[in-house]
């Protein structure tokens, strides 16, 4: 019956990768879609940690070794990609508001998402303290970062005496 549906294993295996994404990416654009930019940002985390809670199989799904037919077409890091460019889209905004360059976002939202990403691999083990908290403490570091962001920051190498 499955060979007959998908193919093969891989073929299975493909379609819940893909449902999952699908998941997560519509919890996640739901959860950027309103509130100022600080607000988007733990609603961000908070939606990400609550799909590790409660679909604790879906997330193993998508972080462990995975089929190659099915790393190449999808899988972990094109959900972490998805996210961010969707992510960099609300820092762009943030950014052009607060005059700071808009082009940057990106490296802002890939860093954002990464460490959204391990501390929720980290969680997944533990599983303490709450979603909500773990959510707080992130854009809290985060947060606090982006406010004090320099408007140009200089590499280190650039930095004399």
Known sequence: MVYEHF??????YAVVVDREMEYVIGVISEALSAGSPRERAEQ???AFL???KYRPDGFAVLTHDAPTTVLS???FSSLLDEVAERVSDVFAEAFKQAGYDPDVAPIYAHARIGMVTLVGRWWSVVRKPSVEKV???I???AWMGLRNLPEKPDPIGARKG
Do not use: Y
């Open 7 to 12: 193919g093969a294993k891989e073929g299975l």
């Open 44 to 46: 961000a985390a908070l």
């Open 50 to 52: 609550t799909w590790v």
């Open 73 to 75: 077409s999808g899988g």
């Open 135 to 137: 959510a707080s403490h």
């Open 139 to 141: 854009v809290a570091v």
